[in-house]
């Protein structure tokens, strides 16, 4: 399993069978990369929908980190 992390925040988790070996390094460092693009989708659909809800404001969005 591979977290699917933004800053410290678990998102979720990215579930893998039959990666464990030394020999499928590169297929988890793949699959870590598209877990990676997908916290940024899923963090950015969140600031979306706060900004959308209005309980986030463009103010507060630049002080994010």
């Known amino acids: 399993a591979l977290p699917l992390l933004y800053q410290e925040e678990v998102l ?7 990666l464990d070996g030394d020999d499928q390094k590169e297929e988890r460092n793949t699959l870590w990369r598209l877990g990676q693009a997908a916290v940024l989708a899923l963090w950015a659909a ?18 994010l980190e």
């Not at 979720?12 to 039959?18: C, F, H, I, M, S």
């Not at 706060?50 to 309980?55: A, I, M, P």
């Open 46 to 63: 969140r600031v979306k929908e706060q900004l959308d809800s209005g309980q986030l404001q463009v103010d507060e969005l630049l002080k």
């Open 12 to 18: 979720g988790v990215l579930w893998t069978r039959g």
